[in-house]
């Protein structure tokens, strides 16, 4: 028997209406059922649903629907569902002005809704769905989002929600299964459509083969294209080097894209050299102030949809000074657009370690004999260069790092328990990929080893993890993703294998996160203490939780090898003191959240409640990274200027001014989307470019 408790069939829902934009309508499906009926044949049910219509001089219109559950069953004695609480579905036309874009945004919500099925044996507490449809009638206008929480999942009195996020999928013996749901998209490339429809979960019913989705929410908007037309100018700046040594030579590229639908004339690209730099050298049309340090391309007219990539290079003088961070910055205009700027490159200036010559040993080849405490048998260095071992380096014997007996700290790695897989091999210029040879003899039987490839980083004294993948039974790949040079060796580590990351677009970060103990993925769901076969799950959001103790390691919140000791973790006293009376604040998670909030570099989502198993957003990432660069010994921190966004203005009040500059990255159309949520792949991508930001 299928219930609405306390609710009327076909009653409207209070859902208002504005006018000029078109009318909001919500209402319950009719429930036909007789009192007293356990069985009906053929019966299609919707269950609690609200539907919103608006249009205005179409193809100006937005439609959503949200129910909290979409039935076509044959038998409906096997399920019941308590206590809904209200839906509401919106669509608005926010601008009809026929010389401008139209905007039309479409919102279905589902709030509050408690279900219980399966005779009582399945619990979905305060579950909310929202189905989310913009279209602005511009280039990559169109937007289409669904996302989902719940309070808690219970099945036969016991919380199931944790594993099921861990897995995705969950058995309810005897008949039952429980899943995620899933959701598609489709937004046009020129902004005129966007449709979503998404459920947050399955229930299939395996005797009758019976689905129930749960949790519906469906949105469309539709616009039309504007008939006004303007440029709007969007810049990137690269360089090809995140660490540099005085003499060695920086090539910048500026990319300049008129994402709008005119062109954009007299555009005018600026670029003040910074002071380090000497032997500037323009290419593509520009030209070199020496007086003013300015390097100037006169563009001219850049069309619509066009783009333009200028580039000139200089020498870091042989005066900086190691640890120097050299910035640059490009600023643009046209007549018809205000002055904009890139994003901010940063290159930190290395001196060669000491007690090295210079002169030959510079070819290629591998070095042979010992190396520190390594026993016999050097390692060789391909891809972009040779190795320059010590016996090979001329004029002077190059002392390399120790590799045996380590101080604790000195490997940033994730477990105690190293092995010494081959002695350490000095490469000049490996490039973005190269090979180094161990020996995996020297595993001394210990399968649970892996060879994992490290730099030696001269300024923190620190053997660090590179992404590293193996290339036969005595070599690996390493992925320098950071332009490291120097000294280079394998260690066996400890450490989990995952699922989900082979060819993901983030499988290289992936890699190298969880060579620094900052990946900790899923438990595997056949066996839960494995190290092998854990989901990594980088395509699902990462949570407030997720995010804080991934941020508290990088401080040193967990003890062994670390980045930084900045953070200790609080003893259980100084735990349940900061924490009394806060909710939203996982088990698992409760020293690292409670040090993150003494420390300042978390606060809840409400007063005392941190939702720690709730997505983060964009902005709230953004400022969490920022007060952690506050902890960091000699960062200087400075606040970032987004007034260049067209969506700055959806920046919260209480994250103005406190997100550091050259956190939160905005896309080439011109926004920064701080109130979306981040992936758990795209977290891991923030936070490796946060760590090379930081000199690692």
């Not at 429930?31 to 193809?59: H, K, R």
């Not at 969490?624 to 606040?639: A, E």
Request: charged content about 20%; some cysteine.
């Amino acid at each position: 028997m299928l219930t609405a408790k306390a609710l009327e069939a076909n009653k409207p829902l209070a859902v208002n209406s504005v006018p000029g934009q078109g009318t909001r309508e919500g209402a319950l499906a009719k429930l036909e059922i007789p009192s007293g009926v356990s069985f009906l044949p053929a019966v299609e049910v919707s269950g609690l649903s609200a539907q919103a219509d608006t249009s205005f001089g179409a193809p100006w219109r937005a439609s959503a629907q949200s129910s909290i559950s979409q039935i076509s069953i044959k038998e409906l004695g096997i399920s019941k569902f308590l206590a809904v609480n209200a839906l509401q579905s919106t669509s608005r036309v926010e601008s009809y002005n026929y010389c401008q874009p139209v905007k039309v945004v479409s919102e279905s919500n589902g709030s509050g809704a408690t279900i219980v099925a399966l005779g009582g044996n399945l619990e979905i507490e305060g579950l909310r769905v929202q189905a989310r449809a913009e279209a602005t009638g511009k280039p990559g206008g169109a937007k289409a989002s669904f996302t989902w929480s719940v309070a808690d999942i219970k099945f036969m009195g016991k919380s199931i929600l944790k594993d099921l996020r861990a897995s995705g999928r969950l058995d309810l013996p005897p008949l039952a299964r429980l899943s995620l749901g899933s959701a598609s998209r489709d937004c046009a490339s020129d902004g005129t459509y966007a449709r979503v429809s998404g459920s947050a979960l399955r229930l299939e019913l395996l005797l009758n083969n019976i689905v129930i989705d749960i949790g519906h929410a469906q949105a469309t908007a539709r616009t039309s294209a504007p008939t006004a037309l303007a440029p709007v100018l969007v810049g990137e700046k690269s360089v090809d080097k995140g660490t540099a040594r005085p003499g060695d030579t920086l090539n910048y590229t500026i990319t300049l894209k008129n994402t709008g639908t005119a062109p954009a004339t007299s555009v005018v690209v600026t670029d003040q050299v910074d002071g380090s730099l000497s032997n500037v050298v323009v290419q593509d049309g520009g030209s070199y102030d020496a007086s003013s340090r300015t390097v100037t391309w006169q563009v001219g007219t850049l069309g619509a949809g066009q783009s333009v990539s200028l580039r000139f290079s200089a020498v870091i003088r042989s005066d900086v000074a190691s640890g120097t961070v050299i910035k640059d910055t490009a600023v643009y205009k046209s007549s018809e657009t205000q002055p904009g700027s890139t994003n901010t490159t940063e290159t930190t200036v290395s001196l060669p370690s000491s007690g090295g010559g210079s002169g030959g040993g510079s070819g290629g080849g591998s070095g042979s004999g010992g190396g520190s405490g390594g026993g016999s048998g050097g390692g060789s260095g391909g891809g972009g260069g040779g190795a320059t071992t010590p016996e090979a380096s001329g004029g002077g014997e190059a002392v390399p790092p120790p590799v045996e007996a380590l101080p604790e700290g000195t490997i940033v790695d994730r477990m105690p328990g190293y092995l010494v897989f081959s002695a350490p091999v000095k490469l000049d210029d490996p490039g973005s990929e190269f090979y180094l040879d161990y020996d995996p003899a020297r595993s001394d039987n210990n399968p649970d080893r892996h060879p994992r490839a490290y730099y030696w980083n001269e300024r923190f004294k620190k053997w660090v993890a590179l992404a590293t993948y193996p290339a036969g039974e005595k070599r690996v790949k390493v992925v320098n993703d950071g332009n490291y040079k120097g000294w280079f060796t394998v260690f066996g580590v400890i450490e989990p294998s995952f699922t989900g990351v082979t060819g993901h677009w983030a499988e290289n970060t992936a890699n190298r996160m969880n060579g620094l103990g900052l990946l900790e993925g899923y438990p595997n769901p056949q066996d839960p203490a494995s190290l092998s076969g854990r989901p990594a799950g980088l395509d699902r959001p990462i949570t407030r939780a997720e995010f804080v103790c991934v941020l508290t390691r990088i401080l040193g919140m967990n003890p062994g090898d670390v980045m930084y000791n900045v953070l200790k973790r609080p003893s259980p006293a100084e735990c349940d003191l900061i924490l009394e009376g806060y909710k939203g604040v996982p088990k698992w998670a409760r020293y690292n959240i409670a040090a993150a909030i003494a420390s300042g570099i978390a606060v809840g989502r409400a007063p005392r409640d941190f939702a720690g198993d709730e997505p983060i957003t964009r902005v709230e990432a953004a400022v969490m990274v920022s007060n952690l660069l506050k902890k960091v010994p000699g960062y200087q921190w400075k606040p970032a200027d987004f007034s260049n966004f067209k969506d700055a203005s959806e920046i919260p009040e209480w994250a103005r001014g406190a997100i550091a500059e050259g956190i939160l990255r905005g896309y080439l159309d011109g926004t920064i989307k701080p109130q979306n949520d981040i992936t758990r792949a795209e977290a891991l991508t923030v936070l490796l470019r946060l760590i090379r930001a930081l000199g690692w």
